[in-house]
């Protein structure tokens, strides 16, 4: 089992900055890639940013790239999502998870973008 805690988010006027934090307990040696997805109201759930733990290799939504950045901690138990250049379309419930099919996620964390 593994646990994970997000935080950070909140309300920011448009291209201002946040920087998400999600925290891994447990189980978490287990799994190399950690992410991050958001879905906004009435909309589907969107993959952001990912990282593998092996290689340190990122990957990045369309929407999102150039803008927001995904690194983590050297005990590999931290993910954080940098987020730049925020738009009123990024406003979300952000959430990280991990596992062989992102089989784990946190309660997620609002970001709202105002205008």
């Known amino acids: 089992q593994v646990q994970l805690t997000e935080s950070g988010g909140g309300l920011v006027q448009a291209g201002g900055s946040l920087r998400l934090s999600c925290v891994a307990s447990?189980?978490?040696?287990?799994?190399?890639?950690m992410g991050w997805f958001r879905q906004a109201l009435g909309k589907e759930r969107e993959f952001v940013a990912g990282i593998n733990w092996m290689d340190a290799s990122t990957f990045y939504g369309r929407s999102v790239e150039g803008r927001f950045t995904i690194s983590g901690d050297d005990a590999k138990t931290t993910v954080y999502l940098q987020m730049n250049g925020l738009k009123p379309e990024d406003t979300a419930v952000y959430y990280c998870a991990t596992g062989a099919r992102y089989d784990y996620w946190g309660q997620g964390i609002q970001v709202t973008v105002s205008s």
């Open positions: 447990g189980r978490t040696y287990d799994y190399y890639v």
